[in-house]
Nanobody
């Protein structure tokens, strides 16, 4: 098993940037595909980025391309999400998630992930 703890959320004005972190403990971090999801009030949880076990392959939904960057440091057991040019519609609770092995499922389906963090709130004001 792996335990996940997000940090780095907060309040920022539109156009600003934030960097989220997800620290992992427990099982070998490098064995897990990792992803970022988010959930806005009264909306379903949605995936927007994932990264392979080695970090060499990443996937993004179209709305995340060009503004968000997912990365990982297997030596530090940490997943990151760099968010730039933030918009009010990016306001949500952000979750990191893990599944052992490849990012199958396909990668953007929440049911493929066995482990979740508690979430960190991001609020973007206009």
């Amino acid at each position: 098993q792996v335990q996940l703890v997000e940090s780095g959320g907060g309040s920022v004005q539109a156009g600003g940037s934030l960097r989220l972190s997800c620290a992992a403990s427990g099982d070998t971090f490098s064995r897990y595909c990792l992803a970022w999801f988010r959930q806005a009030p009264e909306k379903e949880r949605e995936a927007f980025a994932a990264i392979s076990t080695t970090g060499l392959t990443t996937w993004y939904v179209d709305s995340a391309k060009g503004r968000f960057t997912i990365s990982r440091d297997n030596a530090k057991n940490t997943l990151y999400l760099q968010m730039n040019s933030l918009k009010p519609e990016d306001t949500a609770t952000y979750y990191c998630a893990a599944q052992k092995g490849g990012c199958g499922g396909p990668w953007f389906l929440a049911r493929g992930y066995n482990y979740w963090g508690q979430g960190t709130q991001v609020t973007v004001s206009s």
